[in-house]
Protein backbone atom coordinates (compact mmCIF):
# COMPACT_ATOMS: atom_id res chain seq x y z
CA UNK A 1 0.00 0.00 0.00
CA UNK A 2 1.57 3.36 -1.02
CA UNK A 3 0.74 6.33 1.72
CA UNK A 4 -2.50 7.50 0.13
CA UNK A 5 -3.56 4.12 0.80
CA UNK A 6 -2.62 3.80 4.64
CA UNK A 7 -5.45 3.90 6.82
CA UNK A 8 -6.71 7.04 8.66
CA UNK A 9 -9.78 7.05 10.72
CA UNK A 10 -11.24 9.35 13.11
CA UNK A 11 -14.16 8.36 15.81
CA UNK A 12 -16.45 10.75 17.82
CA UNK A 13 -19.47 8.46 18.64
CA UNK A 14 -19.87 4.92 19.89
CA UNK A 15 -20.71 3.95 16.14
CA UNK A 16 -17.54 5.38 14.42
CA UNK A 17 -15.56 4.17 17.58
CA UNK A 18 -16.96 0.61 16.69
CA UNK A 19 -15.66 1.10 13.25
CA UNK A 20 -12.18 1.55 14.85
CA UNK A 21 -12.29 -1.60 17.46
CA UNK A 22 -12.79 -3.55 14.37
CA UNK A 23 -10.03 -2.27 12.53
CA UNK A 24 -7.52 -2.83 15.70
CA UNK A 25 -9.03 -5.88 16.79
CA UNK A 26 -6.13 -8.53 17.21
CA UNK A 27 -3.65 -5.88 17.48
CA UNK A 28 -0.18 -6.53 19.02
CA UNK A 29 1.61 -4.28 21.21
CA UNK A 30 4.09 -4.12 24.03
CA UNK A 31 2.92 -2.44 27.53
CA UNK A 32 5.60 0.33 26.62
CA UNK A 33 3.81 1.33 24.02
CA UNK A 34 0.94 2.59 25.98
CA UNK A 35 1.79 6.02 27.01
CA UNK A 36 -1.19 8.91 29.13
CA UNK A 37 -0.28 12.39 28.50
CA UNK A 38 -2.45 13.93 31.89
CA UNK A 39 -1.26 17.42 31.25
CA UNK A 40 -2.01 17.20 27.18
CA UNK A 41 -5.27 15.07 28.13
CA UNK A 42 -4.44 12.82 25.52
CA UNK A 43 -3.70 8.91 25.90
CA UNK A 44 -1.40 7.21 23.10
CA UNK A 45 -1.08 3.43 21.67
CA UNK A 46 1.65 2.21 19.48
CA UNK A 47 0.40 -0.81 17.65
CA UNK A 48 1.28 -3.75 15.51
CA UNK A 49 -2.49 -3.76 13.96
CA UNK A 50 -3.61 -7.25 11.48
CA UNK A 51 -5.02 -5.97 8.15
CA UNK A 52 -8.43 -6.96 8.21
CA UNK A 53 -9.53 -4.42 5.31
CA UNK A 54 -6.91 -6.72 3.27
CA UNK A 55 -6.79 -10.06 4.67
CA UNK A 56 -7.89 -12.92 2.19
CA UNK A 57 -8.05 -16.85 2.01
CA UNK A 58 -4.55 -16.72 0.68
CA UNK A 59 -1.73 -17.02 2.93
CA UNK A 60 0.78 -14.25 1.19
CA UNK A 61 -2.33 -11.71 1.91
CA UNK A 62 -1.73 -11.63 5.68
CA UNK A 63 0.24 -8.36 6.84
CA UNK A 64 0.22 -6.03 9.69
CA UNK A 65 1.31 -2.75 9.83
CA UNK A 66 2.43 0.01 12.72
CA UNK A 67 -0.20 1.99 13.75
CA UNK A 68 -1.70 4.64 16.23
CA UNK A 69 -4.21 4.66 18.21
CA UNK A 70 -4.87 7.88 19.72
CA UNK A 71 -7.90 9.46 22.26
CA UNK A 72 -7.94 13.07 23.43
CA UNK A 73 -9.88 14.71 25.91
CA UNK A 74 -8.89 12.28 28.55
CA UNK A 75 -9.44 13.06 32.22
CA UNK A 76 -7.77 9.85 33.88
CA UNK A 77 -6.74 6.55 32.97
CA UNK A 78 -6.71 2.95 35.09
CA UNK A 79 -5.87 -0.77 33.80
CA UNK A 80 -6.56 -3.86 35.34
CA UNK A 81 -4.34 -6.88 34.90
CA UNK A 82 -1.92 -4.88 33.45
CA UNK A 83 1.67 -4.78 35.04
CA UNK A 84 3.36 -1.35 34.01
CA UNK A 85 6.30 -1.96 35.83
CA UNK A 86 6.91 -4.77 32.51
CA UNK A 87 7.42 -2.53 29.33
CA UNK A 88 8.50 -5.70 27.25
CA UNK A 89 5.13 -8.04 27.84
CA UNK A 90 2.88 -8.58 25.01
CA UNK A 91 -0.46 -8.10 24.57
CA UNK A 92 -3.42 -8.27 22.05
CA UNK A 93 -5.71 -6.01 21.71
CA UNK A 94 -9.17 -7.57 21.82
CA UNK A 95 -11.67 -4.79 21.35
CA UNK A 96 -12.68 -0.76 22.07
CA UNK A 97 -15.99 -0.24 23.81
CA UNK A 98 -17.40 2.89 24.84
CA UNK A 99 -19.80 3.35 28.22
CA UNK A 100 -21.48 6.74 28.85
CA UNK A 101 -21.88 8.33 31.98
CA UNK A 102 -22.87 11.89 31.75
CA UNK A 103 -22.94 12.32 28.00
CA UNK A 104 -21.56 12.84 26.22
CA UNK A 105 -18.55 12.25 28.55
CA UNK A 106 -18.31 8.21 29.21
CA UNK A 107 -15.33 5.29 29.80
CA UNK A 108 -13.15 3.99 26.92
CA UNK A 109 -12.31 0.32 27.69
CA UNK A 110 -9.82 -1.13 25.51
CA UNK A 111 -9.84 -5.29 25.94
CA UNK A 112 -6.90 -7.55 26.01
CA UNK A 113 -6.65 -11.20 25.67
CA UNK A 114 -5.87 -12.76 28.81
CA UNK A 115 -8.41 -10.34 31.03
CA UNK A 116 -6.34 -7.15 30.89
CA UNK A 117 -8.25 -3.82 30.62
CA UNK A 118 -7.32 -0.35 30.35
CA UNK A 119 -9.98 2.26 31.07
CA UNK A 120 -10.14 5.67 30.25
CA UNK A 121 -12.09 7.98 31.23
CA UNK A 122 -13.34 10.80 28.21
CA UNK A 123 -15.52 14.11 28.16
CA UNK A 124 -16.09 12.77 24.92
CA UNK A 125 -15.55 10.33 22.09
CA UNK A 126 -12.49 11.70 20.34
CA UNK A 127 -10.01 9.01 18.83
CA UNK A 128 -7.68 8.58 16.02
CA UNK A 129 -6.30 5.55 14.20
CA UNK A 130 -3.31 6.22 11.14
CA UNK A 131 -1.10 3.56 9.94
CA UNK A 132 2.40 4.70 10.40
CA UNK A 133 3.93 2.93 7.64
CA UNK A 134 4.19 0.12 5.10
CA UNK A 135 2.84 -3.16 5.84
CA UNK A 136 4.71 -6.15 5.91
CA UNK A 137 3.66 -9.69 5.62
CA UNK A 138 3.00 -12.33 8.06
CA UNK A 139 1.93 -15.73 8.22
CA UNK A 140 -0.21 -15.85 11.18
CA UNK A 141 -3.46 -14.97 10.81
CA UNK A 142 -5.83 -14.05 14.30
CA UNK A 143 -8.30 -16.79 14.92
CA UNK A 144 -10.76 -17.06 17.66
CA UNK A 145 -12.63 -20.35 19.03
CA UNK A 146 -16.26 -19.35 19.98
CA UNK A 147 -17.61 -21.51 22.72
CA UNK A 148 -21.44 -21.78 22.05
CA UNK A 149 -23.58 -24.16 22.88
CA UNK A 150 -25.24 -25.78 19.56
CA UNK A 151 -28.68 -24.66 18.62
CA UNK A 152 -31.13 -27.45 18.88
CA UNK A 153 -33.96 -27.39 16.42
CA UNK A 154 -37.37 -28.91 16.70
Known amino acids: ?14 EDLAVLSAHVQDAILKVGD ?13 MNRF ?3 VDGDDEETHQRRRSALVFDRV ?9 RDR ?15 EAPAGYVTLH ?6 LRIEVECIEARL ?21 IETA
Not at 36 to 45: D, G, Q, S, T, V
Not at 112 to 117: K, N
Open 87 to 101: PDAVLELLAVSFEQT
Open 1 to 14: MNAPDRLKLQAIDE
Open 34 to 46: ITYLPKEKRFAIA
Open 51 to 53: GWE
Open 112 to 117: FAGGAM
Open 75 to 83: TAAQCCHLR
Open 130 to 150: ADLGPAWATAARPSHELAADP
